[in-house]
């Protein structure tokens, strides 16, 4: 202990010592340079033997050090606002807190109110605004049993239960949806004898009659058949072929505006598509598409969600949870993580803290291939079904035709019907096997399981809606097989595009397989 205090003494002694001498100097120099009278007395004593220009090398001195005391007390100043800057009391904090969570509100309301006043001129139009088809008794009946089975203890706010005002809640849209549908919700008069065949020659004649979109039947055919065999659809071409106006027109035919979101090229995950909750706030900041997901677990009807100019981003990186979701065997298990708790007056339909994907959803996305764009990755293809819109139909004149109300489980009844009505017939499907060992041995390429399934529901929906079993197989093996070799080297494969066109008349016959024939003679080109 003796050693340490003589080590002390002597070592921090020594830089005490230091630092109290910088201190009286500090202090002896402030005492000389702010001493006007000793200063002065020294002026005077020299003053007599001062000429002009000692008189004026005086001035500037003194300048000089009037100058070097002003930034003195200038930066000492401002260094000690820094160290003593304002500091705002906690119930100041909080106060401003609550004001900005009154602030959020009150956009949330402005943004409510501006969704009405569009809904208004939207129906000015002659257009049915989004959310008037109610939902029919089974359905109903189906809701409440879940909202049974599923129920959180000490969630107060069920289907049954009075409106709770938006502003109250941190999900400003969902609670008004909810609302809506408790207070305004009317049962529409579904349309349950009609068949794929005029579903599909009503749907072109209602666009060309009252929308003015022209598009040929085989479009419409792949389109709707593509509904019975994925949920998800791919729309693809140069710009101006109508990506975008196709299911904007099926939403139109259907009585049931389709939900537009326009993706941006900053999305890279999942809050893109649902929102996210803000911890400062305490809202829940929610998306259009999280609304068109949600509601759609009140109504009956076929509903379709564009993901518009989809791959202006990595649609596998913002999609990729929907893509898993969809993946899910059973509709029941096709559920999405919104928030990891729950709140007394939360949505009606978010159990546990999930959302629905209702099976009356469909997402479309438009795609334009070019230098702004992302490839779109195979595991996206390989769930989807691609329709290529490369031309724009002519203008034909179409009989007056009214949108019709058709719910999903008609719908899907009729592609169910039609997949054991018209199950590909054993001669294509051994054909089918041929090909798939062909494209195995001469370019390294497999169909896939999840691939024939497809090809398996897409060739019966197609039949039903009026297209013939050869050209709905054509199809298929165009968008799902022959655009996997894209992929490959087409010099080195140029021979065997040539003999597989040769073996396509041999195996299909000459005049079948058009649409295969023209992808192939595409990608000749490009080589």
Known sequence: MDAFLKYFYQDMGLILKTLWSIFLSVFEFLNIMLNYPMRMRIIESYSPDFGTTDWIMLAVVNVLLLIIIGSGVFFGLKAGRRLLRFKVPIHENEKLKAEVAKLSKEVFKLNYEKDKILAMKVSEMGMTPLGEHPLPDEQKEKNEEAEAETFVPGHRNTVDSPPVAPENSRFFRLTTVDNHYKTEYKQPEYDADITLTEFCERYRNFAASRLRLFYDIDILRFFVAALGATRLIILQGISGTGKTSLPYSFGKYLMLDST??????????????????????????????????????????????????????????YFAEMLSVLEMPRPEEWLVDIVTTVWDNDPCLIKNGKVHVNTNTWFVGTINNDDSTFAVADKVYDRAIPVDLDSKAAAFEAPDTPPVHVSAEHLISLFQEAKKKYPITEENLKKLDELDSYVIRHFRLAFGNRIMKQIRDFVPCYVACGGTEIDGIDFIIAKKILRKFESLNLGFIKDELHKFVIYLDRVFGKTNMRICKEYIGRMQKQN
């Open 260 to 317: 537009i979101a326009a993706v941006q090229p900053a999305w890279r995950d999942r809050t893109e598509l649902f929102g996210y909750f803000n911890e400062f706030t305490k809202i829940f900041n929610e998306t259009e598409f999280l609304r068109a997901v949600y509601e759609a677990n009140y109504f009956a009807d076929p509903h379709v969600i564009v993901l518009d100019e989809m791959n202006i981003a990595r649609v596998e990186y």
